[in-house]
């Protein structure tokens, strides 16, 4: 148990630029709080004991406005962010790494018990703030939903989904790529951010990470050809070392 909670602590404070200290994430965060207390909800769930189950995820809604079924099966180190108005229905299955914004509802369309009504969010799937997903579906690993998108049916890994009814945004082109696989490596995606959208922040987060994709280039060829020439580059910085993921995330803080 503490250990998981070291891990939730952890996760917390390296996603999250407005977390400060261990402290302020363990007494502050209502969706760790009720991240901890559906554990024990579930437990009592598997258990046979139902309704200790559910009155344990009434109280913890009523304390922190999130409202876990304690059917629902959670990972490990998921982040629910501010959490308020966040529904995870009974079958659901939230994989590791996740990360839930408020006003998240994973839901079901079917009135049949013993069904899998709820969809399943694989590894490091980011669903943004007031997106619904709604059926008994896979959403893949490293996908992400789009703030206030409606997903009524499979995503594929790796792939976004935005809009309503929500359609699949497929891979685009090379600098498109590399800038997504440059924010994963930085582990940003905030809110479920995708290129298609025209706030004026997200065009601008993904000018620097051009900027950064281009830069780490440029200093691989420098060194590709120093070391060509047969001249030592031994402690040469990485190109990922003279940026500051922490800088980025304060942008959208």
């Given at each position: 148990m503490f250990s998981h909670l070291r891990e939730d602590l952890a996760n917390v404070l390296e996603h999250d630029p407005a977390a400060r200290?261990?402290?302020?994430?363990?007494?502050?965060?209502?969706?760790?709080?009720?991240?901890?207390?559906?554990?024990?909800?579930?437990?009592?769930?598997?258990?046979?004991f139902h309704w200790v189950g559910r009155f344990t995820s009434h109280v913890a809604r009523m304390l922190t406005g999130v409202e876990i079924h304690p059917g629902a099966t959670i990972g490990r180190r998921v982040f629910i962010d501010h959490g308020m108005g966040v529904v995870i229905g009974e079958t659901a299955v939230v994989g590791d790494d996740c990360t839930i914004y408020q006003g998240v509802t994973l839901g079901g369309t079917s009135l049949y018990r013993g069904?899998?009504?709820?969809?399943?969010?694989?590894r490091g799937v980011?669903?943004?703030a007031g997106a619904k997903?709604?059926?008994?579906?896979?959403?893949?690993?490293?996908?992400?939903?789009?703030?206030?998108?409606?997903?009524?049916k499979p995503v594929p890994a790796g792939a976004t989904a935005v809009g309503n009814p929500a359609r699949i945004v497929e891979a685009g082109d090379r600098p498109s790529r590399e800038r997504e696989a440059k924010a994963e490596q930085m582990g940003f995606s905030a809110y479920g951010v995708t290129r298609d959208l025209d706030d004026p922040v997200s065009k601008a987060l993904h000018g620097l990470l051009d900027h950064a994709v281009e830069t780490d280039r440029r200093i691989r060829v420098l060194v590709e050809k120093l070391v060509d020439a047969g001249i030592c580059v031994e402690g040469t910085a990485k190109a990922e070392d003279t940026f500051?993921?922490?800088?980025?995330?304060?942008?959208v803080d």
């Amino acid at each position: 148990m503490f250990s998981h909670l070291r891990e939730d602590l952890a996760n917390v404070l390296e996603h999250d630029p407005a977390a400060r200290s261990k402290w302020e994430v363990l007494t502050c965060y209502p969706g760790m709080h009720a991240l901890w207390l559906h554990r024990f909800a579930h437990v009592a769930w598997q258990r046979g004991f139902h309704w200790v189950g559910r009155f344990t995820s009434h109280v913890a809604r009523m304390l922190t406005g999130v409202e876990i079924h304690p059917g629902a099966t959670i990972g490990r180190r998921v982040f629910i962010d501010h959490g308020m108005g966040v529904v995870i229905g009974e079958t659901a299955v939230v994989g590791d790494d996740c990360t839930i914004y408020q006003g998240v509802t994973l839901g079901g369309t079917s009135l049949y018990r013993g069904t899998k009504r709820h969809p399943t969010l694989g590894r490091g799937v980011v669903v943004g703030a007031g997106a619904k997903v709604l059926g008994g579906f896979d959403v893949g690993d490293g996908a992400k939903v789009g703030s206030n998108a409606v997903v009524v049916k499979p995503v594929p890994a790796g792939a976004t989904a935005v809009g309503n009814p929500a359609r699949i945004v497929e891979a685009g082109d090379r600098p498109s790529r590399e800038r997504e696989a440059k924010a994963e490596q930085m582990g940003f995606s905030a809110y479920g951010v995708t290129r298609d959208l025209d706030d004026p922040v997200s065009k601008a987060l993904h000018g620097l990470l051009d900027h950064a994709v281009e830069t780490d280039r440029r200093i691989r060829v420098l060194v590709e050809k120093l070391v060509d020439a047969g001249i030592c580059v031994e402690g040469t910085a990485k190109a990922e070392d003279t940026f500051d993921p922490k800088g980025l995330g304060k942008m959208v803080d």
